[in-house]
């Protein structure tokens, strides 16, 4: 009889779409039988035996799988092992469509040089901080600039053109891929009432700080910066003199990349975007290999990146497709490399993406468009594998648990959805799901890793304006970084290992942190999930 050995469920804590797969991993060494009741009608409506268990080193946990995917009918299940184990799970589009709303909000709360007004922020409402219009050049200190708007990086206050890029382009390919999904969607911001869809408001906002950081040249700051770290303070009371660094390559091929891609995005402003994107090619074929690093004083997130090739790759794919150019196809057709999930160091993936789009495929050579979407997908069937063979069904390896685990998830989850939209193979939606599920709490730490979302969520996270307001709750709609072994904090871990080293703590700025680069492959994950899982 399996109620002897007591089990731990871990399963998605905030709610399955009807139609898609649902799994829920079940600590246990043995295969298990279980029964599915309706807690409406106390029914029992399934009976099933669980797969054979697996063991995961990087958890140190076996585990079986659960497949409740046969119930597709909206409501609450308890899932039962024994007599005494079960946990509760919930199939509800309403929950995941909040939890994208306010996924896409949180960039509202992160926002630089704006209060926060009550009849949108609610309790989370505070004053404006950074107005940021007199940041001074760090290498040119008499001359002043002003750089307002945009949103803050994570938990720091500081504004990173980088990372400020990837998560811009990722949000505008949400729009992009899902326009139909986004025309009348609105989560009551301060812009909800004009005639523009929301998501292009949000972004905006930072478009407008990005077109700030060019400089007359066309280079680009890398970052918009304290020297230090803020204290745990709310914006208003960061009042530190902010700097812009030095240009570099990166920055600015990101820069280019994110203005040519708005360029298609925005059409009245088409010119201005591309005129500005256009500029900083110019530049970055000019200064091919700056790399950014942090003069000795400079003590904020560095973001450095040695290696442009992916970059380049990224910046012409958009150029060729918002314009059309050859001269950018074969410059682009020059940087490419294999394809691989993006991430802010690793652009590579966002060219295939734009490549492979609709905008792409008109402006591409058939027998390129094939040839790429091959190579595409090849490796999306490689994270199908790693998902199939994982023990918790989900596309993790030992290489993904880095500073931003969670990020990676939903950036592997962005690469399936979206083969799943060229090939409509089921196995790339399942797997997308699955990584979903994962960062929702079918994980070995059992969080869902959502701020405000699933029964156990991150509370103390390191983001400043959180830690300082006088609300119990953090800001809601923040995906943490998630575990990784790294330690790089002076947190003590009760866990070590590479998907289990996660700690709910102001400390744990290595796992509890958040950022606008991870929280934007999530509501690309789940815009594509409700369009898409039906
Ligand atoms: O490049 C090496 C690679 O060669 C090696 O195999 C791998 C093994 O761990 O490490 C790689 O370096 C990592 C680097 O990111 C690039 O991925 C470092 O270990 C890792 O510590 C580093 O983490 C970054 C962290 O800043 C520290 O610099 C995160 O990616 C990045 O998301 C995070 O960003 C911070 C900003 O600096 C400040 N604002 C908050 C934000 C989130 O915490
Ligand atoms: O608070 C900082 C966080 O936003 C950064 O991501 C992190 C990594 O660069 O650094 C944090 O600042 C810490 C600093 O690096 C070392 N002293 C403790 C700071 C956190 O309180």
Not at 166 to 173: A, G, H, K, N, V
Not at 185 to 204: C, F, K
Request: glycine content about 6%; proline content about 5%; aromatic content about 12%.
């Amino acid at each position: 009889d399996s109620g002897s050995q007591p089990v731990e469920f871990y399963a998605n804590q905030v709610g399955f779409l009807p139609q898609q797969q649902k799994h829920i991993v079940i600590t246990t060494s043995q295969a298990l039988s279980y029964r599915v009741t309706n807690t409406a009608s106390g029914q029992v409506i399934l009976e099933g035996t669980t797969s054979s268990p697996n063991y995961w080193p990087l958890a140190d946990q076996t585990v079986a799988i659960a497949d409740v995917s046969s119930i597709a009918t909206p409501g609450l299940y308890r899932l039962s092992v024994g007599d005494n184990d079960y946990t509760t799970f919930r199939i509800s589009a309403q929950r995941v469509s909040a939890l994208h709303d306010a996924a896409i909000k949180a960039y509202y709360y992160n926002r630089s040089g704006m209060a926060l007004d009550p009849a949108f922020a609610g309790k989370w409402h505070r004053e404006a901080g950074h107005p940021d219009t007199q940041v001074i050049n760090l290498n040119q200190p008499q001359v002043s600039l002003a750089s307002p708007q945009g949103w803050y990086d994570a938990g720091d206050y500081n504004k990173y053109i980088v990372n400020s890029g990837i998560s811009t382009y990722t949000l505008m390919r949400a729009y992009l891929d899902f326009p139909d999904f986004y025309a009348q969607r609105r989560w009551n911001i301060p812009e909800s009432t004009n005639n523009q869809p929301d998501l292009l408001d949000e972004v905006s906002w930072n478009l407008d700080w990005m077109l700030t950081m060019q400089d007359s040249d066309g280079g680009v700051f890398h970052k918009l910066t304290t020297l230090n770290f803020a204290p745990a303070v709310m914006p208003a009371e960061a009042t530190e003199q902010r700097y812009v660094v030095a240009k570099g390559t990166a920055a600015t091929l990101n820069f280019a990349a994110v203005m040519a891609t708005a360029a298609r995005v925005y059409p009245q402003q088409q010119s201005n975007f591309l005129a500005a994107a256009k500029k900083a090619w110019q530049w970055a074929l000019e200064n091919p290999q700056v790399a950014y690093k942090n003069a000795e004083i400079v003590k904020t997130g560095e973001y450095g990146d040695s290696s442009f090739n992916d970059e380049f790759a990224w910046a012409a794919s958009e150029l060729f497709v918002t314009t059309g150019e050859q001269d950018y196809l074969i410059e682009a057709q020059r940087y490419l490399g294999s394809p691989s999930t993006p991430g802010w160091s690793d652009t590579m993936g966002l060219a295939y993406l734009s490549l492979l789009s609709e905008q792409g495929q008109n402006a591409l050579p058939a027998e390129r468009y094939q040839a790429l979407k091959t190579r595409f997908l090849d490796y999306a069937d490689a994270l199908v594998e790693t998902s199939q063979a994982s023990p918790f069904r989900t596309a993790m390896t030992a290489n993904d648990f880095v500073w931003g685990s969670n990020g990676v998830a939903m950036n592997h989850a962005m690469v399936l959805a979206s083969a799943y939209r060229m090939s409509n193979n089921p196995d790339y939606r399942h797997t997308f799901t699955g990584l979903v599920d994962y960062v929702l709490g079918k994980n070995p730490v059992d969080y869902s890793y959502v701020t405000g979302f699933g029964e156990t969520s991150p509370r103390f996270i390191h983001h400043r304006q959180s830690h300082a307001d006088d609300i119990a709750e953090p800001v809601p709609g923040f995906l943490v970084g998630g575990a990784q072994n790294g330690q790089q904090d002076n947190c003590q871990y009760s866990a070590s290992l590479p998907a289990t080293s996660y700690k709910d703590n102001w400390c744990s700025y290595s796992t509890n942190e958040v950022t606008i680069n991870w929280n934007a492959p999530l509501v690309y994950s789940l815009a594509a999930m409700l369009t898409l899982t039906k």
